[in-house]
């Protein structure tokens, strides 16, 4: 099998649903940006995800999935030389 025919199978694969499972919405894909904690330290990962246009839901496939958890993982750990710094993030407490 050549490159071209395995990364066409991979886009087939990636496709786990037609529809919202939440509202039954159509679903497109989209690059969206999730915000991922580990520790206090919090990085910021642009992704494909498909979208549903309806309710906004946000489907990720396991092979994102995974990669959020080892994203995590380094944030937790502080192995983070492979990420780039984009900013501080601050924490505030708002009493009222
Ligand atoms: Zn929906």
Do not use: N
Request: aromatic residues 6%.
């Amino acid at each position: 099998m050549d490159k071209l025919e395995k990364e066409d199978m991979m886009k087939h694969a990636k496709k786990p649903f037609d529809q919202c499972p939440v509202c039954g919405g159509e679903i497109v894909e989209k690059e969206v940006e999730k915000l991922l904690r580990g520790g206090v330290d919090t990085a910021v990962v642009k992704v494909h995800a498909d979208v549903c246009l309806h309710c906004g839901e946000r489907l990720y496939s396991q092979e994102t999935v995974k990669h959020f958890e080892k994203i995590r993982e380094k944030l937790e750990r502080r192995v983070v030389d492979d990420f780039e710094l984009v900013g501080q993030s601050f924490q505030v407490a708002i009493s009222c």
